[in-house]
């Protein structure tokens, strides 16, 4: 039998400018990662984010990026091991009040955009941001990217971490994700995006852009909320996940 999460980036609305699909994917996803606040996401909407996936009994975690409102976390910078340890600090520890006020209790750390896929390659930033996780509690699990320097450092420390693939990305020979700026980056055929799935589930391997096939530990999905048609999608990839047998369940923190 094959088990799999599914989760999903939230919250990121900010003020009065609406982003994603929060209110329809979360029927489809067993965990949310929730903006904090510095690459999208209010307090208001970080409050209603939370007392959603609480209502869908859906796991809650906090989504830390960059301090990047206008490039949406997506643009790399240039800070310290230190200073990314402190933002990472800062922002698991606004989403955790907001989620202990209304009665939830957090449940995993992730990384957004260039900040994950720094801390994918870099073994400091990923000790930075695992340290500052174990610190506020070694209950927590790190969400990183398959195989990458954020899972071996949250392994190191002692904290429970979930290897973490991606539906609509595209894969390089090394495991890592290919660059947003490519245009090859983004997987925009469904059922090419479900194909790759269920392949990385059952087979543990990734077709890469180059064409040869790389192995690869499936703990946790990735389904992007903000595309045209995201619940759509959601809703198909739990179709197809159980017609293979391979059931969409938590993970649970220590």
């Known amino acids: 039998m094959y088990e799999i999460d599914l989760n999903c980036d939230m919250g990121e609305s900010f003020g009065s400018y609406t982003l994603g699909q929060d209110e329809r994917i979360i029927r489809f996803i067993t965990s949310a990662n929730i903006a904090c ?11 209603k984010t939370v007392k959603l996936a609480l209502e869908h009994d859906v796991n809650i975690g ?13 643009r790399k910078m240039e800070l310290t091991a230190k200073e990314v340890h ?13 989620t202990q006020a209304e009665g939830g209790k957090l449940n995993h750390v992730k990384p ?16 930075a941001i695992a340290e500052a ?4 509690n070694s209950e927590l699990i790190l969400y990183g990217l398959a195989g990458s320097e954020l899972i071996r450092a949250g392994e190191r420390i002692g904290i429970k971490t979930a290897n973490e693939v991606f539906a609509d990305r595209t894969y390089q ?3 890592t994700l290919t660059s947003r700026n490519e245009k090859n980056a983004l997987i925009t055929n469904e059922d090419e995006a479900v194909n790759q799935v269920i392949q990385m589930i059952k087979q543990r391997k990734v077709r890469t852009v180059g064409g040869d096939e790389i ?17 759509l999608f959601a809703e198909k990839i739990n179709e ?6 391979i059931y969409i369940r938590t993970i649970k923190r220590r």
Request: hydrophobic share 40%; charged share 15%.
């Open 37 to 47: 606040g510095f690459h999208a996401g209010d307090p208001a909407i970080m409050r």
């Open 62 to 74: 906090a989504h830390p990026g960059f301090q990047d409102l206008v490039g949406f976390g997506r």
């Open 86 to 98: 402190d933002i990472v600090t800062y922002q698991i520890g606004a989403l955790q009040a907001f």
């Open 112 to 127: 957004h955009g260039a900040l994950y896929n720094m801390a994918a390659i870099d073994p400091a930033l990923a000790e």
């Open 133 to 136: 996780v174990y610190k506020i």
């Open 173 to 175: 020979h090394d495991g």
């Open 215 to 231: 192995s690869i530990q499936a703990d946790t999905i990735c389904i992007h909320g903000d595309g045209e048609n995201a619940s």
């Open 240 to 245: 197809k996940l159980l017609e293979n047998n």
